[in-house]
């Protein structure tokens, strides 16, 4: 017969405890310098999205938001002499492979897309991540396009019917990519001169 | 042939032995790591990492980082409560160690190296399922006290780094010189296959 073991709950609720607490401590030291990485990043792209058009006001500090059928989000204005040249909306998917896909969408004028880029997102490593520009030009294929150059059956993946490409072994992706982003040009349409208030 | 006599299955004790008499000495502990017992080319553990970050000097580097960072606190403190173990909890107390690091080292990188931090991606919290933390946690710091504990960790550790900086430089090298397999995963299996086969004929 065994000896009676003393119970594993204490060791294991007491290093639980503590592991908590260093995990919580270490998360809000880091959120200050977290949060600036974060700002810095969201420039960068919102940079990138905006390639080719030009304005002259700080985007990121231009900003309103509205509802969705995503949610709330927000919505970036770019100007240029006072006058309105292009809208950035900020939006996320949840229906990609996992989690959260946060990315930037750049409308002009005339309603075209200006660019498209992540801003963050946990797809598979080699798969779902070809949305990045780092790791393939695949979102650039979303250039100049707008509800009028393409139909609503053409706004899908190949798989589907349309006319983007998916990714070999990640379809869930780059399907809520093209979704995402079509709800945006259609939510575009919808809002009008609100969006520069 | 490969070292098996070290196995990583975890052993169904009833408690943990603390005999000093057991501990292996200091330099054994280093070769072990280093060369006898590499965790990657001897007992073929994180191949997932070694695989798909070595693509790159930096990235490997980085993550063999992180990797080492996560094996010394995981074996310190493993050392530290090696009397507290038990059968029923080990594992357990193991998991919640390395995962509590590794959640730290994912919120550190975050904060100090935020581009390196994207570019790794999951992969820093997949340091979590490596094999060889677990395994090093389980074999050795649950029986020896914590100085030599510390050197395994450094020594499992480094090798693991080194192999991941070899393969990330044979890759680099050759995918900038024109051989473009190496940067995509068949190349990882190449390269790391080369080192298997140089480091069996050195052995002998």
């Given at each position: 017969m065994t000896s009676q073991p003393t119970s594993p709950v204490p060791t294991v609720a007491l290093l639980g405890t503590i592991c908590t607490i260093l995990v919580a401590t270490v998360w809000v030291l880091a959120q200050p310098a977290i949060q600036r990485a974060q700002a810095q990043h969201l420039e960068q792209q919102l940079t990138e999205v905006m390639a080719g058009i030009r304005f002259d006001n700080n985007i990121s500090r231009d900003s309103i938001r509205i509802d969705s059928i995503h949610g709330p989000i927000t919505v970036y204005r770019a100007r240029q002499n006072g006058d309105p040249v292009a809208t950035i909306y900020e939006a996320t998917t949840m229906r990609g492979y996992s989690g959260a896909?946060?990315?930037?969408?750049?409308?002009?004028?005339?309603?075209?897309?200006?660019g498209v880029r992540i801003l963050s997102h946990r797809e598979t490593p080699g798969l779902g991540d070809s949305i990045e520009i780092?790791?393939?030009?695949?979102?650039?294929?979303?250039?100049?396009?707008?509800?009028?150059?393409?139909?609503?059956?053409?706004?899908?993946v190949k798989k589907d019917g349309g006319q983007f490409d998916q990714f070999t072994g990640a379809t869930i992706t780059p399907r809520a990519m093209v979704n995402v982003v079509h709800d945006i040009l259609k939510r575009h349409r919808s809002a009008g001169d609100v969006v520069f208030q | 042939?490969?070292?098996?006599?070290?196995?990583?299955?975890?052993?169904?004790?009833?408690?943990?032995?603390?005999?000093?008499?057991?501990?292996?000495?200091?330099?054994?502990?280093?070769?072990?790591?280093?060369w006898r017992n590499n965790a990657g080319t001897v007992q073929l553990l994180g191949l997932c990492p070694l695989l798909a970050v070595s693509n790159s000097v930096?990235?490997?580097?980085?993550?063999?980082?992180?990797?080492?960072?996560t094996l010394l606190v995981s074996n310190l403190l493993v050392s530290l409560i090696r009397d507290r173990l038990q059968a029923q909890n080990r594992i357990l107390l193991y998991v919640l160690i390395i995962a509590t690091t590794v959640t730290i080292v994912d919120i550190v990188l975050q904060a100090l190296?935020?581009?390196?931090?994207?570019?790794?991606?999951?992969?820093?919290?997949?340091i979590v399922t490596n094999c060889m933390i677990v395994g090093r946690a389980e074999i050795f710091a649950s029986r020896n006290p914590m100085s030599a504990s510390v050197i395994d960790a450094l020594a499992t550790g480094l090798g693991f780094l080194i192999l991941l900086c070899l393969i990330g430089g044979i890759r680099e090298f050759?995918?900038?010189?024109?051989?473009?397999?190496?940067?995509?995963?068949?190349?990882a299996f190449f390269a790391l296959a080369l080192i298997l086969v140089a480091k069996n004929l050195i052995d002998k």
């Open positions: 896909i946060r990315l930037l969408v750049g409308i002009d004028r005339d309603h075209e897309i200006t780092s790791k393939s030009d695949w979102i650039t294929g979303f250039n100049s396009l707008s509800l009028d150059k393409l139909t609503s059956e053409n706004w899908q | 042939m490969p070292n098996l006599q070290t196995s990583t299955t975890a052993n169904a004790d009833s408690g943990t032995q603390t005999s000093t008499a057991d501990t292996p000495h200091g330099l054994n502990i280093w070769v072990d790591g280093l930096a990235n490997a580097f980085v993550l063999g980082l992180a990797t080492l960072a190296m935020p581009a390196m931090h994207m570019t790794l991606g999951l992969f820093i919290p997949l050759a995918g900038v010189n024109g051989l473009l397999i190496a940067l995509l995963p068949p190349g």
